[in-house]
Every structure is written in structure tokens, then in C-alpha cells.
């Protein structure tokens, strides 16, 4: 079972998990970020109104899904399944079955990149500042009445009104100096100002969600409330049945303009414990379920099949407070130190069972957009952490590590935390770990919310000196978490380096050309590494077990949760 | 005033035979239990000399070492090692005192708090018992694993508020105990001779009734001990446990769940040794509870 | 007699109001939950928004009078992730916890009382320390470590019932049991401990006496009586059930009330946490009350004994 058995057993997972990839590659279009040119993003220029061909395969047989049956997906939504108003609030849970009844403008190839979906082309008025979506034609709603542009308008509005709390309010909605209004088969929406990024906030399952619902069932139902017990949308499954707390049910729905369902009947389950996703797994109850890096043997033990999305998700550490003048963490010294005190491989090895690789830059892995490519991860020196340590002069620092518990952005934050502060120990440091709660940590490192006076206040107060552990599923475009957190105007503010960020990030977000914004992001993400604004820690990639009632799967890369569901064919 | 004296005699004498009674009781104690018990005593009170390793030293190169008897095992990590490296056995024995700690701290505590609401609830008239009786009933009444959760979560995680968030519950649960027994207690003839006399009522309580309670006292603090190990490893599970690196039993189990299959060593150790010591500590509470009063089995 | 139920009553609705209170206390000092929401962008409009949604902004002993009438009313307010109404998500949830916890109550009595019973019969005999141990073990085991275990032995090992979810009754075996084993220690103790006592009696030394078979002594006349108090600890271990639930339902996927206040404790959903704390409180009260009045009803003398 273990010693020179493990290693033959890990010879054949390997072994599986290529065979099982390039199955899934063979079978749906590509399943990874194919590795083209080295940081290059594809060319989809947005200057004009351009038609943009679909790139997401039809399926083979134009029939409508009958034969696969029933297919039961086993997730954990740590939170629970909120519903489907986007007024409230962002709901990570959500996304893991939104795409499925929901239709995007805009939607997502397998590699990530942005493709149409309802919206068949999209572009920006010669003066940048008013953008024009083309809709699509003879779609239907799940109630069999038709998408019209109206209706479209009518959902983006609502998502935008002053009573919405929802993301595509927040950060959509100051931007706009229009509403969204109809013109024969177009939605058009005037910005303030030039906003190259408008699109990305429209794509599918980042949030905000740019979906379309239907006013006039919407109306019917009595608003919100009756909508949320019974929703319809246009997407390829159809929301039919719902057990509160235990799962979703939906059906295929035969009517989509593109998309066929595999399987007629899909059930979604929310299970918290990864155990029992993984006996639903054995015992045939689920055919999918979200696993963790340490389950690839077990899967194989039970002749379960492992799926792997690589590059999922991204892992860093932020300095607190680091663009204060006089702060320990201004100088470059002892942020290097930290970094390269840790010793990511070992980690990777230890930790994750080896199925890790160390990260490069903060929140962009390979084909994403900003991905510099020539850029190194921070290697593992102790020896000149400790002199660098010595030399600045905080030996016997104390460093508190905070971090999240449960909502796993990255796997195991807790325990990388840990081992980070065994790292962080051995040259000098004294470490120690905070495991808190996600406002919590946000409260700590976001500056936009709090004044001079009480920065300088909390300066004053420490040590301990705070860093943060954090994770996240990967994006197809840096500029947005770029933005929030390192833009002296972003929603957040976690750094507050107008000389230094600013420039890039605006021209990032100023360039209408893909291409230069991806250069702009990728000279961003170049700087931070240099001069160790961030310390990247780890990618990893999302593992998945399923029996073989799935013949092939085409997950989407960046996300670490089953989606895409309605490409899972028998 | 030569019979109070004579009183205070009888009740220090008597005092006295109960400690004597108690220790040679002890020779008839359930065998296993005991020595489970001496262990864990010795665990906790010696943990840092009879552990192999230091429970927190993190050795990434070691991760998921199995036991020595499996293929890659080695005998100085004898029953494995965890994600992070460290030594499975060593963490048992250190994790006995951390889960001890906490569970004694909080009985002390809550206990200590709650024998004294049930005396003066128990002795003192309608009004004073009822309040506190109606205080007993809300704590009672409250979800203590919910409420646990709210407030660990709230004020942050330490061994502190895990500690200062039980104790209510404990204080609620001696309360009620305490005070039953104090209301049969008081209607014995040697209080109503105490009271005639003049005995103040603080003495009364301290020197008549507490003593006779105190079998009660104890029997039910050995019961909770178990119960609060538990409790600890539900918080640990639901992420509001005793705060890593201490080596809690119950963060054990729950942190090494992720692990059953591939690495079964990690919960399994520290399962165990929850199992073996609270079934120790209750079996024994048992016994000392059918020796001690008799009568007093419904509890 | 009357007075003392009418008594117990006020009594009850008064501990009612203190839990009420005490739960709006410690609610509002969770933290607020108008910041886990709202992004920064925009951040003072939605915070404003959110917190006149939640009525925030009020002062203090506002909300507090706000919170009280609404109780009244029985409207237990709207979550603050979706806005849906605390009373619905109750009603949704709250049966399956329920009869999950009657169904451990059962599983927990249909054990305790032959183990109880073998027990006391056999008095400090080797059966007597099985029957112990048994009952022990139940809660010598994190709850959430048992269930696991049993469902990776039953239904994957041996694939005899579901692994989770409550999907027909088989689905309610595991986590049943799960939930039922932790009371069986104080169960099985009760039992033991009140036969004790009737097999000793005037009663039962008389029957004997007559002759009648030590079987039927048992069954018949032991037993009854035996049966009493056990009545009265159910009542305490539905509460005990609605509390183990917590653990129990995140385990099997279990479409109960425990996961729903575990997730809002976490994403600081605060109402709620409030109502299904308020519920459980209630609960608890009331069943006190019922078996109080009942044991009124049934025998006058112990109101006036034990006070």
C-alpha cells in the first residue's frame, strides 16, 4: 500500500490523470490552457463591432438529451445554495449551477477566453464610451417564450438599480451614465468615462452576472420571491425541483440555441464533508463530486476516475501596510526575506501531495490575460533571508498570519499558513497563525475604508505585523483583481502605491486592444514580482472524481468547483 | 454552645472518614479504567519529558509518515506523522494536556460557579431560586454548540473563548444538580438543628451541606469531562475549536478527517485516545458514583 | 393546582422573552453584516442601503422595540444574504431535523431499555459492565468521527443504506443512529437505575412472593414503572438532538436547520442565527413546561415536595 507500492501506484495515477485529460481533451475540445505562445492572449480586438464565430463545439448528435439518464453531481457549497437573486449579494455558491439555467452575454471557452453567448457580438462607439450588445436571435425561454432585447434591458437595469446590492450593481452601476436601453435587436449602455474592461464584468460566472430573465414571468410570479421558488431561464437545463439544504434539481432543456445537454436529469448536492462526497462517489450515489489533491489514490483504489483541471487555483501572500512610509514591510529587505525564506517545492511535496507548482505572480496563471511568462517564481534562499533579516534588523519580528478557515479559495489555507510560519520561524521570525473569517481579513487589509488617521493608528500599534495568507480560483483577465486591490482608487485599496501601480493599471484599463492591455498587465505583474510587493506562493489544480458514467467533461480552466455541467456526456 | 462545638467536631471527623473511605475505595476501582486514567495523568503531567518529539516543529520532508509497521514507516515517528510533519504520538501525549486543561479549566470554572448558584438557590427562598432557576433554564434551553459557534467565531479563536463560552453551560448544568440535592439536604434533622441554634447560613451551606453534595459534585464533574472533550472536537469540526498549533485532541480528529483513506493514521491516534480516555474517565465515574451514594443513581 | 400551571405558564413565556433578548444582544454584537456584503466601490451607498435595509441605523432600543413586536407577530424577520423570510427558511428545514431527532430518540429508547434492563437484572455481572460499556461508547466518539465511519463501513464498505442525503427512510438509519448513541449512556443509566429501585420494592418483593414468574415480574410490573422517568429525559435529549444535529447533518448532507445555522453563523447572517436560536430555545422551554404540568396533572404530591 505505501513505500515502493505508492510509488508504482503514483506512476499509474499519473499515468490516469494524463489519460483521463487527454479523454476529456479528445472528447470536448480542449479541457487545458493549451500552452500557445508563452503569455500571449488570444486575439479577440473589440475596437469595432466584430462578429466573433462560436468556438464552443456542438454536440455531436443534434438530438435532444435522453440517453445518459440521470447524473448527480456532489459539491460543497460552504455557504449553501442562496437562490438566484444577483440584487442581494455575490453568491459564490451560485456559480456552480448559474451558467446552467442562466445564459451570459458573454460566455467562456474552455481556455478561459471570452467567447459569445447570448450576446453575439459586442463593441465600443468611437468615442469609447458606448457599448453596443448584439442579441441573438430566436432563443427561448424555459416557459418556451422568446429572449428579446427587452427583456435583456429590463434584467441589466434591474441589476443596476439604486435598491441592488448585487456585484453587477456595485461595480458595473457607477460606471454607467445611461441606462440600458433597446434599439432594434441591440442593448446599448453609455459609460462615464472610457472603460476598456466592460466586457469582462459581462462574462460568464465572474461576478457580476450578466444573465437574462424573463420580465414578463417575472412579473407573473409576483417578483422576486415567487421567481426564486420557481425560476426560468434560457440555459440548457431547466430548474425543475429543489430539496432545501440537500440538492437542485434541473432538467435537460431541449430548446437551446446551441448548447445540448448530455444527461435529461441532473441533480446538484450540496455536502459539506469531503468524506462523504467521496463514499456518494464509491457507492455509485454521485457521478461526480469535487475531491482534494490527497484523494487521487484513493480514487483510484476504487477504480473511480480522476479529472484534473490544472492552474484552478492561486495562492499569495499580502503585506499589510507595506506602502506606509516607515513601516517594516516598506522595506524591500524584509518582504525579500519572507518570501524567499519559504521553500514552495517542499511545500508542494509535502503538503499536496505533490500535485502543486510554485507561482510566479500575484492571481494570473498561463493564459490568463497579463501573464508575463519570462517572470520566475521567488526561489527558496534561507540563508539570505536570515542576512537580509539581520541586515535590516528585525530578527525576533513578530508576524501574525492571517488567514481564512472553510472557504477553501485555495486548498488548505490553514495548513499552508502553517507551514509557511515553520519557514518564517527558521530564519528568525517569530510567527504565529490567525485563522479568522473572511470579513475579517478583508477588514484588516483593505485601506479604502479607512482614514489617515486611523492607518497611522493602527501603524503605531503593532507589531505583530500582519501578512495574509489568501487563495483564489484563477480569472481569465488580471485587471480586475489587479484594480480592487492595487489601484490607489480600486474597491479596496489593500496598497496604496499611486507612482507605482497607477500608471500601469490605468493603462491597462485605458487600452481597447487586447493585446495592450494583456502587455500593460503583464509589465504590472513584473514589478510586483521584482520588488516583492506580493510574495506568489503556489498553483494548484482542482481535482474532480467520477465513475464511469462520465464519458467526457469540458471544464472550463480557472474554476475549481463542478460547472459546465451541461457537457458532461456519457 | 458545647453542642455546637460537638457538631463541629462530628462534621470535621466526618470529613476526615470520607477522605480515608474515598482512598481505600480506590483499591476497588475498576482496573482498566484506573490505569487509563493513570496514564493519561501521567501524560499531562509529564507530557513534555515522555513525548519523542516536539509536537510542533514543523518537518515538511516527513509529511504522512505511515506507522513504523507500515513500509516507509521508522521507529521514530512510531505511529506516523501528520501533513505538516509532525509527530503523531508525541501530539497525542502533549494533546492530552491541552484537552485536559481545557476540560478541567472549564469544569473548575463553570463548576465551581454553578455548586454555588445551587446552593443558594436550593437554600435561599422562592424568590432567589426562582430567578436563578429561570437563568438555569435559558442557558439550558440554548443550543450550547450554536451559541459556541456564534461567540468563538465573534470575539476570535483561542483556547480563552472556547473556555469562557462553555462554562455557562457547565455552571447551568452543576446548578441544577446541586440545587436538587440542596432542597432534600435542608430538610435533614442536623440542619434544622444547625438553623436552631443560630448557625449563620453561610456556614450552614459550607459546613453541612456542601459536604454532603460533594459526592454528587464530583461524580458529575468526572461525567462532564468526557462530554467536554467531545464538545471541543464538534467546535474543532464546525472550525471553531481550540486554534492550531496546540494539539488538541479533538482538532486532531477533525483536522485529520480530510485524511481517512489516504492517511488513516492521523484521526485515527488521537480517536482513540479520546475514546479510551473518556470511556475511562465515565466508566469510572460510575463506579465512584455507585460507591459513593447509592441512592443517588438517577443522576 | 392551577396556579401552579398558570404560574409555570408566565414562567415560561418570561424564560421565552429572556432567550429573545439575550439572543438580540449577542446577535448584535457578531460584527455587522452590512460589511460582509457590500463592496467598497460604492461602499458608503451600500452600506447605507444594507444597513436601512436591516434597520441598523436605528438606535439601539429602537431595534430592540422593532425586534420584540415583530416576535410578537411572529415574523422572525428576513435573511440578510437573500432576503428570504426567516419563517419559510424554518419551516422548510426544520422538519427534517425533527424527525431525524425523533427517529435517534427511538433508536436510543429501543436500546437503552434492554441494555438498562439487563443491567439492573444483572446486576454488577459482566453483562451488567456490557451494558455499560455500550452505552458509554456512545459518547466516548466526536459524533461527527462516528458518523463518518459508519458511513464509509455501511454504505460504502457494505453498500447497505445511502451515504447521505434523506432520501426514504433507509437514508435516516446512519445519522439516526449517529444522533441516538450519544444519549443512550444517561438513557441506559436511568433505566438500570429505576429498575433498581422498583425491583427492590414493597411491590415487586410482594409479587414475588405470590409467585409470580421472574420474567413476568419483570416485564410486567418492573418496567412500567421503570418507564417513567425515561419520559421525562426524552424531553431533555430532543433538546440535546436539536443541538448534536448541528454536527450530524453537515456529516450526512442532511437537509436539517444545523447546517443552515452553521453557514449563517458564518457568513454573519445574523437573523437567522437569532430565529433559529429563539425556535430552539422555545422548543425547549415549552416540552419543560408540558412535562412539567403533565407530571402536576399525574401527581399532585411531587409539586409539592420537591418544590
Avoid at chain 1, 459581462?202 to 420580465?215: E, I, K, N, T
Avoid at chain 1, 512610509?325 to 524567499?340: C, Q, V
Avoid at chain 3, 436605528?58 to 413586536?69: A, F, R, S, T
Wanted: charged share 20%; glycine share 10%.
Amino acid at each position: 500500500m505505501l513505500g515502493r507500492k505508492f510509488k508504482i501506484l503514483k506512476l499509474l495515477g499519473v499515468g490516469l490523470i494524463l489519460m483521463a485529460l487527454s479523454a476529456t481533451v479528445a472528447c470536448g475540445g480542449s479541457a487545458a490552457p493549451t500552452a500557445s505562445d508563452s503569455g500571449a492572449a488570444k486575439d479577440s480586438s473589440v475596437s469595432e463591432p466584430k462578429s466573433i464565430p462560436t468556438s464552443v463545439p456542438k454536440s455531436a448528435d443534434a438530438e435532444p438529451a435522453s440517453e445518459g439518464g440521470d447524473m448527480v453531481i456532489s459539491v460543497s457549497s460552504y455557504l449553501g445554495f442562496q437562490g438566484v437573486d444577483t440584487n442581494i449579494s455575490e453568491d459564490s455558491a451560485t456559480k456552480i449551477y448559474y451558467d446552467e439555467v442562466f445564459d451570459y452575454a458573454i460566455g467562456q471557452s474552455p481556455d478561459g477566453n471570452l467567447v459569445p453567448g447570448f450576446a453575439t457580438e459586442w463593441g465600443v462607439s468611437d468615442d469609447f464610451l458606448t457599448w453596443t450588445f448584439t442579441i441573438r436571435e430566436g432563443m427561448k425561454f424555459h416557459n418556451g417564450e422568446d429572449v428579446t432585447p427587452e427583456d435583456v434591458a429590463w434584467t441589466w437595469n434591474r441589476a443596476v438599480s439604486p435598491e441592488s446590492l448585487g456585484g453587477f450593481a456595485l461595480e458595473v452601476g457607477p460606471d454607467l451614465s445611461s441606462e440600458f436601453t433597446v434599439s432594434g435587436n441591440k442593448v446599448s449602455v453609455s459609460t462615464t468615462e472610457p472603460k476598456s474592461t466592460l466586457p469582462i464584468l459581462f462574462a460568464a460566472a465572474s461576478p457580476p452576472r450578466s444573465v437574462v430573465w424573463s420580465q414578463d414571468y417575472f412579473e407573473e410570479v409576483g417578483g422576486i420571491d415567487g421567481f426564486r421558488d420557481a425560476p426560468v431561464g434560457s440555459g440548457p437545463y431547466r430548474w425543475t425541483d429543489r430539496v432545501p439544504g440537500q440538492y437542485i434539481e434541473f432538467t435537460a432543456f431541449d430548446d437551446h440555441y446551441e448548447k445540448t445537454a448530455g444527461y435529461e436529469k441532473l441533480q446538484i448536492w450540496d455536502v459539506a464533508e469531503l468524506n462523504t462526497r467521496m463514499a456518494m462517489l464509491k457507492s455509485g450515489t454521485a457521478d461526480l463530486a469535487t475531491a482534494s489533491v490527497r484523494n487521487v489514490e484513493e480514487l483510484q483504489k476504487a477504480n473511480l476516475q480522476v479529472l484534473q483541471a490544472p492552474a484552478s487555483n492561486i495562492s499569495w501572500i499580502w503585506y499589510n501596510y507595506a506602502w506606509v512610509e516607515g513601516h517594516p514591510f516598506n522595506d524591500r529587505r524584509l518582504r525579500e526575506a519572507i518570501s524567499i525564506a519559504i521553500d514552495r517545492d517542499a511545500i508542494g511535496k509535502g503538503l499536496y501531495n505533490d500535485q502543486t507548482t510554485p507561482a510566479c505572480c500575484y492571481w494570473v496563471v498561463q493564459g490568463n490575460v497579463g501573464y508575463p511568462g519570462d517572470v520566475e517564481p521567488h526561489p527558496y534562499d534561507p540563508e539570505k533571508a536570515k542576512a537580509l533579516i539581520k541586515e535590516a534588523g528585525y530578527e525576533g519580528a513578530e508576524i501574525e498570519i492571517m488567514t481564512f478557515s472553510g472557504d477553501a479559495d485555495f486548498v488548505d489555507q490553514p495548513g499552508l499558513s502553517e507551514a509557511v510560519a515553520g519557514y518564517l520561524d527558521a530564519i528568525g521570525l517569530k510567527t504565529f497563525v490567525s485563522v479568522v473569517d473572511g470579513s475579517a481579513l478583508r477588514e484588516t487589509f483593505d485601506n479604502a475604508i479607512k482614514t489617515p488617521e486611523q492607518i497611522a493608528d493602527i501603524v503605531a500599534n503593532q507589531p505583530p505585523y500582519q501578512i495574509a495568507v489568501r487563495g483564489s480560483d484563477t480569472r481569465f483577465h488580471s485587471y480586475r483583481g489587479a484594480h480592487i486591490y492595487y489601484h490607489s482608487e480600486g474597491r479596496r485599496q489593500m496598497i496604496k502605491l499611486p507612482d507605482v501601480f497607477d500608471p500601469l493599471l490605468d493603462k491597462a484599463g485605458s487600452a481597447f486592444d487586447l493585446q495592450d492591455q494583456h502587455d500593460a498587465m503583464a509589465e504590472f505583474h513584473r514589478v510586483v514580482n521584482e520588488d516583492y510587493w506580493t510574495a506568489p506562493l503556489l498553483e494548484a489544480g482542482a481535482v474532480f472524481g467520477a465513475t464511469d458514467k462520465i464519458g467526457s467533461w469540458t471544464p472550463i480552466t480557472g474554476r475549481p468547483y463542478p460547472h459546465n455541467h451541461w457537457t458532461i456526456q456519457p | 454552645m458545647a453542642s455546637a462545638t460537638s457538631t463541629q467536631i462530628v462534621m470535621t471527623n466526618v470529613w476526615k472518614l470520607r477522605l480515608i473511605a474515598m482512598f481505600s475505595g480506590l483499591k476497588r476501582a475498576p482496573k482498566i479504567p484506573t490505569v487509563i486514567l493513570g496514564i493519561l495523568l501521567a501524560f499531562g503531567l509529564f507530557g513534555q519529558w515522555i513525548a519523542p518529539h516536539d509536537p510542533i516543529t514543523i518537518d515538511l520532508a516527513k509529511s504522512f509518515t505511515p506507522p513504523a509497521w507500515h513500509e516507509g514507516g521508522s521507529i521514530s515517528n512510531l505511529l506516523g506523522t501528520d501533513k505538516l510533519g509532525r509527530d503523531i504520538l508525541s501530539r497525542v501525549i502533549i494533546g492530552s494536556r491541552v484537552s485536559l486543561a481545557l476540560s478541567l479549566t472549564i469544569i473548575a470554572l463553570g463548576g465551581g460557579v454553578g455548586v454555588i448558584l445551587g446552593l443558594v438557590s436550593g437554600y435561599s427562598g422562592r424568590k432567589v431560586d426562582s430567578l436563578i432557576q429561570r437563568g438555569v433554564e435559558v442557558i439550558l434551553a440554548m443550543p450550547t454548540i450554536l451559541v459556541a459557534l456564534v461567540f468563538v467565531f465573534t470575539v476570535g479563536r483561542s483556547f480563552e473563548s472556547v473556555m469562557f463560552i462553555l462554562s455557562p453551560f457547565l455552571a447551568a448544568r452543576f446548578t441544577r444538580i446541586v440545587r436538587g440535592e440542596t432542597l432534600s439536604i435542608r430538610e435533614r434533622d442536623f440542619v434544622a438543628v444547625a438553623k436552631v441554634i443560630g448557625t449563620p447560613a453561610w456556614m450552614i451551606l459550607l459546613r453541612h451541606i456542601l459536604p454532603n453534595v460533594f459526592n454528587t459534585v464530583i461524580v458529575l464533574a468526572t461525567l462532564e469531562v468526557g462530554h467536554l472533550i467531545l464538545l471541543e472536537a464538534s467546535l474543532s469540526f464546525l472550525g471553531v475549536g481550540v486554534p492550531p498549533p496546540h494539539p488538541a485532541w479533538g482538532l486532531m480528529v477533525a483536522g485529520g478527517r480530510e485524511f481517512i483513506s489516504s492517511a488513516y493514521w492521523i484521526a485515527l491516534f488521537p480517536g482513540l485516545a479520546i475514546l479510551f480516555a473518556v470511556l475511562s474517565i465515565n466508566l469510572f465515574g460510575d463506579w465512584l458514583r455507585d460507591t459513593l451514594d447509592p441512592r443517588r443513581r438517577q443522576l | 393546582m392551577l396556579t401552579y400551571i398558570g404560574l409555570r405558564i408566565f414562567q415560561a413565556f418570561l424564560g421565552l422573552w429572556f432567550i429573545a433578548t439575550l439572543v438580540f444582544i449577542l446577535s448584535r454584537s457578531i460584527g455587522d453584516p452590512a460589511e460582509i456584503f457590500t463592496a467598497r466601490h460604492g461602499h458608503v451607498h451600500a452600506r447605507e442601503l444594507m444597513e436601512e435595509r436591516l434597520g441598523l441605523d436605528k438606535p439601539l432600543y429602537h431595534q430592540y422595540g422593532i425586534y420584540v413586536g415583530q416576535l410578537l407577530r411572529g415574523d422572525l424577520g428576513k435573511s440578510v444574504r437573500n432576503g428570504i423570510p426567516i419563517t419559510k427558511i424554518l419551516m422548510e428545514r426544520l422538519p427534517a431535523t425533527f424527525t431525524l431527532g425523533l427517529f435517534a430518540l427511538g433508536f436510543a429508547i429501543a436500546f437503552s431499555i434492554p441494555l438498562g434492563v439487563l443491567g439492573a437484572v444483572y446486576r454488577d455481572t459482566p453483562i451488567d459492565w456490557f451494558a455499560k460499556v455500550m452505552a458509554f461508547l456512545g459518547q466516548a466518539m466526536p459524533p461527527f468521527w462516528l458518523g463518518i465511519m459508519l458511513i464509509i463501513l455501511f454504505a460504502v464498505v457494505w453498500d447497505l443504506v445511502p451515504p447521505a442525503g434523506k432520501t426514504g427512510w433507509t437514508s435516516y438509519i446512519l445519522p439516526g443512529f449517529t444522533l441516538g448513541w450519544g444519549v443512550m449512556a444517561g438513557m441506559v443509566r436511568l433505566v438500570r437505575s429505576s429498575m433498581l429501585d422498583v425491583l427492590d420494592s414493597d411491590y415487586v418483593t410482594m409479587a414475588r412472593a405470590k409467585g409470580v414468574g421472574e420474567i413476568m415480574v419483570v416485564s410486567k410490573h418492573a418496567l412500567r414503572n421503570a418507564l417513567i422517568p425515561v419520559i421525562t429525559y426524552s424531553s431533555l435529549v430532543l433538546g440535546a438532538f436539536m443541538n448534536g444535529s448541528v454536527v450530524v447533518e453537515q456529516v450526512f448532507a442532511w437537509p436539517g436547520i444545523g447546517t443552515v445555522a452553521v453557514q449563517s453563523v458564518v457568513s454573519r447572517d445574523f437573523p437567522i442565527v437569532q430565529g433559529v436560536v429563539i425556535v430552539f430555545g422555545a422548543f425547549f422551554i415549552f416540552i419543560n413546561l408540558f412535562v412539567d404540568i403533565l407530571y402536576a396533572v399525574i401527581d399532585p404530591r411531587i409539586k409539592y415536595t420537591g418544590q
